[in-house]
């Protein structure tokens, strides 16, 4: 099961024209993609607050753990390396960090801005094993590159 890509990102595209403000693109991203992706359980993001620590931002799913520093979970991974982490069972993973103890399988990206500054990472979780395809990793790191180019 996978997202309609194209609408998915023509209507990001729409509500997201002339925004540069990193918060109203999280928020904006996070609702459109729980909606439209039908195995992303939790949708949401991270952000860089401080060297090497990460703060809650805008998601949709139950709630999230506020803070993780760089040197834990699939987030801090992500934002340690700046390698997506497709994620197809968190019990194998050494150190997730279990929002919630229903999800099986997550999907994490970086998001850079144009001028290459690690803003925050994407967090995908599936109550699904192996929710996450390599077409899931190359359409999310395409349209956070395209919507948060501007973003400051
Ligand atoms: N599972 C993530 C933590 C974020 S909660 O799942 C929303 C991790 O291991 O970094």
Redesign the pocket.
């Known amino acids: 099961m996978t997202p309609d890509y194209d609408a998915l990102r023509q209507q990001v595209l729409s509500l997201t024209h002339g925004e540069t403000d990193t918060v109203a693109l999280m928020a904006t991203l996070a609702c459109e993609i729980h909606q439209h992706h039908p195995l992303s359980d ?1 949708t ?1 993001f ?1 952000r860089v607050v401080a060297p090497e620590l990460l703060k809650i931002g805008p ?1 949709q799913g139950g709630h ?2 506020l803070v ?1 520093p760089f040197s ?5 991974a992500c934002a340690c390396t700046g390698q997506v982490q497709n994620v197809p069972d ?1 019990d194998a ?1 050494p ?6 103890s229903s ?1 099986r399988s ?1 999907l ?1 990206l970086p998001v850079r801005n144009g001028r290459g500054d690690l803003l925050g990472v994407l ?1 995908l ?1 599936s109550d699904t094993p192996a929710a996450f395809t390599p077409a899931d990793e190359a359409f999310f790191a395409d349209l956070l590159a395209e919507v948060f180019r501007d973003a400051v």
Request: charged residues 15%; aromatic residues 16%; glycine residues 20%.
């Open positions: 939790w949401g991270y998601y999230g753990c993780i834990r979970g699939v987030c801090g968190v993973f150190g997730h960090i279990a929002c919630a999800t997550e994490v967090d979780d």
